[in-house]
């Protein structure tokens, strides 16, 4: 009898696996997944559809409680990440793990050194990163520190890391979060390098684009089990969508005009803003941007580079050292968060968790917090509980938040539920100014789409909208204008138009516009307009 050539080449396959937690938590219900050798397989899902749990199991951090892993068709025990490696699995982390002080190639063999007399041979090491590095294509300098190395090539020396061990399957966790649209590119051409090779890559990713232009198959995970799986080239991003939310979406489509360049006066206008660090290096550096009434001004950059430092001063928390910001002719810079708010300002937080939120309070405490000072939530300073109820209860059903009611824990709903409470107390007082700080971010694809609806049809409703996102395609697709954060400073402005790629050259810092900070005073005249 012949063996069923599909079953021949499935380097991983989970038969009817199932994980509960000890407290109770079904993560995996009966799970039947196949991978092929020599294949890029997506895990998609929405948040806590049990994607990570599935990672686990294959990195021996966590137990089926039931069901079998196989690994090229024998049924293999993974107990610990040991054991996994020693199978020939290999795990990069979304939060890489690499010591900064230590070289490329002392990352690279950590834990498996070659030594002579028991110290780390040094030449040996880096002469086998080496050739780890050539044989499958991943250009990085052995000898480079790692302290000295971008997020992108960080992420190689963690691939690498695991090629040395002798993976042949690596796991990747959402890879390109941290990445720019080049780095990303880069991945995707060296995971490509590896497969051909014959090589298996799983990866768990939120971005319809790596499933439907890099992956050559995908399985769909909700609620623990899996509910669809394919070939990425058989669907297209609607019916992807609606593989993973379980019901279609009507694509958000948003007009886009400038309004300042149609030479609207500024409803929002910040001026020669810098922050310096304690240790009195620039944190924000002589930053001018203006947004119209009815703009959504988007800030692109990679992580870190001053997002959260410029919301904390655009929104009254921080004062600069430099410039003011001004909110229809009010000074809110170095106000308080108070005077910011009363002049029209809201802000919805980066780290809603600890800054726009209260986990433990209920739903309707938070729903107020930062209203409390508006009647007639507070009459003489006592809060009316009624009025507050009433409040939750509205925007729980205005915002569609599902949750038992306005009495429960905000701490206990899902990313996307808890966000749309912060945003929706945030629109409730009409703002004429909002600054959205990572607004969608760990919030499942059709609680993303309903938040960006909303920001749009602020925006539509006369308000100025500041976006900070390190989602590019967020960016783009919201804003009318476009400005691009790196280093603390505004390297350049686009009036739409700009391609992703561009973008990402100007948020590594490899291209910047001249004088791009003052671009704005004059925001359509020569190379800004795109
Ligand atoms: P995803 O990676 O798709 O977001 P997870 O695998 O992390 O999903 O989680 C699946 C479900 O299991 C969620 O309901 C989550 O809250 C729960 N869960 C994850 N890890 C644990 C744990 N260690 N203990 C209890 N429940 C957990």
Same mark, same amino acid.
């Given at each position: ?13 989970? &038969? ?29 899902? *929405? ?35 040991? *054991? ?49 590095? @050539?044989?499958?294509?991943? *250009? ?98 609607? &019916? ?54 009815? *703009? ?38 170095? =106000? ?61 059903? @205005? ?117 791009? =900070? ?13």
């Amino acid at each position: 009898m012949m063996m069923n050539p599909e079953h021949e080449t499935l380097r991983v396959e989970l &038969r009817a696996v199932s994980k509960r937690y000890p407290n109770g938590t079904l993560a995996s219900d009966g799970v039947n997944l196949q991978v092929r050798r020599g294949e890029i397989h997506a895990l998609v899902g *929405e948040n806590g559809a049990g994607k990570s749990t599935v990672m686990k199991m294959l990195y021996g951090l966590e137990q089926p409680s039931d069901g079998s892993i196989l690994l090229d068709g024998e049924v293999r025990q993974l107990r610990t990440p040991a *054991e996994a490696i020693a199978a020939g699995i290999g795990l990069v982390p979304q939060h890489l793990q690499l010591l900064p002080s230590f070289t490329v190639a002392q990352n690279v063999v950590l834990g498996s050194e070659p030594s002579r007399f028991g110290l780390l041979d040094q030449r040996a090491a880096i002469e086998r990163v080496r050739a780890v590095s @050539r044989r499958f294509g991943l *250009e990085v300098d052995p000898r480079a520190l790692v302290a000295g190395l971008s997020l992108g090539e960080q992420q190689r020396v963690e691939i690498l890391k695991t090629l040395y061990r002798g993976a042949s399957l690596i796991l990747l966790d959402e890879p390109t979060a941290v990445l720019t649209p080049s780095e990303a590119q880069a991945l995707f051409t060296a995971l490509r390098a590896l497969t051909a090779q014959g090589l298996t890559v799983l990866l768990i990713t939120h971005k319809l684009s790596e499933v439907l232009d890099v992956s050559d198959r995908f399985t769909v995970l909700r609620g623990g089990r899996v509910t669809g799986h394919d070939e990425a080239r058989a669907v297209d991003a609607a &019916r992807l969508t609606e593989m993973i939310v379980g019901r279609a979406l009507a694509p958000l489509q948003v007009e886009h005009s400038s309004k300042r360049g149609l030479g609207l006066p500024a409803l929002f206008s910040a001026r020669g803003i810098g922050l310096r660090r304690p240790d009195g290096r620039a944190q924000l550096n002589d930053i001018s941007i203006e947004i119209a009434a009815g *703009e959504i001004l988007g800030i692109a950059g990679v992580e870190g580079n001053g997002q959260g430092a410029l919301a904390d001063v655009l929104g009254g928390l921080r004062a600069p050292d430099h410039g003011r910001a001004l909110l229809d002719g009010q000074v809110v810079t170095g =106000a308080g968060v108070r005077a910011a708010r009363a002049a029209g300002l809201a802000a919805i937080p980066e780290d809603r968790l600890h800054n726009g939120v209260a986990a433990d309070m209920s739903i309707a405490d938070n729903a107020i917090a930062g209203a409390y000072h508006r009647q007639p939530l507070s009459r003489l300073g006592w809060l009316n509980a009624g009025a507050t109820q009433d409040m939750a209860r509205r925007l729980m059903a @205005r915002y569609g938040v599902a949750a038992r009611g306005p009495e429960q824990a905000i701490g206990a709903l899902s990313g996307g539920n808890m966000q749309k409470i912060v945003l929706g107390r945030e629109l409730d007082g009409a703002p004429r100014f909002l600054i959205a700080s990572q607004p969608t971010r760990g919030v499942d694809l059709g609680a993303a789409q309903a938040l960006r609806r909303y920001l749009v049809e602020l925006r539509d409703s006369g308000a100025a909208v500041l976006l900070i996102s390190s989602d590019l395609d967020e960016v783009l697709e919201l804003s009318d204008r476009i400005a691009v954060l790196s280093q603390g400073e505004i390297v350049g402005h686009f009036n739409g138009g700009a391609s992703a790629a561009e973008l990402g050259a100007y948020m590594t810092g490899a291209r910047r516009q001249a004088g791009a =900070a003052a671009l704005l005073d004059s925001p359509f005249s020569g190379e800004v307009a795109a």
